[in-house]
């Protein structure tokens, strides 16, 4: 089985990039396991045409495919984001937007294998977790669409910065053992 971890901040040195790391040496052991951050993409935004709701295909040709040719790939997917003003990064959203050619919202539309298994972790660096639940709704309501199982989340706050990721280093590996028990 191959599990594709995305690290779907724009920086790729901070929390949410050693959190991703931290998911892999855990899966890696289980998985073949491979992490993408999304800002290694070069992508545009909707141009909100609606051509790809009746050719299933995107009219622009960018580096989008290439995410979902990862994706397609991936028996389990684990998107990992960080809050940018109490919701996902802006290219996190974009990227998602640029989805709509694979969500089943229309027909035709073009579709992932199924049987995928989609996680959700999350982090911010405030103290409340509404917001948190706030990102994972987003990331589930984007699973639902691309037809992957939802099947867990975490969520974590007051996280500022790498250092602080140590102290919660045994919630990730236990949520990666749900993870490798299919939970």
Request: aromatic fraction near 8%; include cysteine.
């Amino acid at each position: 089985m191959k599990a594709l971890i995305m690290n779907c901040s724009p920086v790729k040195t901070g929390a949410t990039a050693e959190i991703t790391k931290i998911i892999f040496n855990e899966l890696s052991s289980e998985y073949e396991t491979k992490i993408i951050c999304i800002d290694d993409y070069d992508f545009r935004f909707c141009k909100g045409c609606k051509v790809c709701h009746s050719t299933a295909e995107c009219v622009q040709n960018d580096d989008v495919k290439k995410i979902i040719n990862e994706f397609e790939q991936a028996d389990i997917i684990i998107l990992v984001s960080p809050s940018y003003w109490a919701d996902i990064p802006g290219q996190f959203k974009s990227f998602i937007d640029r989805c709509t050619p694979w969500c089943n919202t229309h027909k035709p539309h073009a579709s992932l294998s199924k049987g995928k298994r989609g996680y959700a972790v999350v982090l911010r660096t405030g103290p409340n977790m509404a917001e948190c639940e706030r990102l994972i709704q987003s990331i589930e309501h984007f699973y639902g669409h691309m037809e992957i199982n939802c099947c867990g989340h975490i969520g974590f706050c007051s996280i500022e910065n790498r250092a602080d990721v140590d102290s919660i280093k045994n919630e990730i590996e236990a949520f990666c053992e749900k993870i490798k028990k299919g939970e």
